[in-house]
């Protein structure tokens, strides 16, 4: 079975400062790592994911993400926080080469402070 | 293209009733997805169907029960509606093809409010 922690249930940052959130999960088999975003009272978006490849992916708004198999981490990070990031944040995983299950964490809500 | 629709926004029951939700895929997709997300949780997996057919269910009782249309539109229908059943459900449609993935896309959810 997949599970996901991610470490903090919530970060406040600068504006304009960086900031990392971070994401650690547990497999047996090989996995798919995503990041999704939730803005209040709306669904979830997709910021990145890693199937294969260049262990850093890029998403949209700016965010990136590194995978870590050995840490088995893949922590979000933006550079540059603009209050419009202010949202919550989930780490999920499914397995690798099938289209089923997405297993998320329990949330990372991100405080944008001016 | 039109994104994933869910109907209703908000729902009001009281415990022990029964609710019908809807979602509309996105066009051309054939798998749809049902999640609950609890306050203050992640979204956690209901089941899945493909082509009209349950294709893995989570952990929530039978009395959870979900419907695939031939036009891939889906129901998720409650039973005896608990206090506990109070929580964002979200839908996610996604094209099943041989690839290796396939993006699950999710709709706005529908809010449901036992009482």
């Known amino acids: 079975a997949q599970s996901v922690t991610q470490l903090d249930s919530q970060v406040p940052v600068f504006e304009e400062a960086p900031v990392e959130l971070r994401c650690n999960y547990s497999s047996s088999v090989s996995v798919y790592l995503f990041w999704y975003v939730q803005y209040p009272n709306q669904g979830l978006q997709l910021l990145l994911k890693y199937l294969s490849g260049s262990t850093l992916v890029k998403g949209i708004n700016g965010f990136e993400a590194e995978f870590n198999k050995s840490q088995t981490s893949f922590h979000l990070r933006k550079p540059s926080v603009h209050i419009s990031d202010t949202a919550e944040y989930f780490c999920a995983v499914t397995r690798a080469w099938r289209d089923d299950k997405i297993i998320f964490g329990k949330g990372t809500r991100l405080h944008i402070l001016p | 293209e039109t994104g994933v629709t869910q109907s209703p926004t908000h729902l009001i029951k009281t415990r022990g009733q029964q609710v019908t939700l809807r979602c509309s895929s996105q066009?051309?997709?054939?798998?749809v997805s049902w999640y609950q997300q609890a306050l203050g949780q992640g979204p956690q997996f209901i089941f899945q169907y493909y082509r009209e057919e349950e294709n893995g269910r989570g952990n929530f009782p039978p009395r959870f029960s979900g419907l695939q249309f031939p036009n891939y539109s889906s129901e998720l229908n409650v039973n005896a509606l608990e206090l506990d059943d109070s929580a964002l459900y979200l839908c996610?449609?996604?094209?099943?093809?041989?690839?290796?993935?396939?993006?699950?896309?999710f709709g706005p959810g529908t809010r449901l409010t036992v009482l």
């Open positions: 066009s051309g997709h054939n798998t």
């Open positions: 996610a449609s996604s094209w099943t093809s041989g690839s290796s993935y396939n993006e699950q896309f």
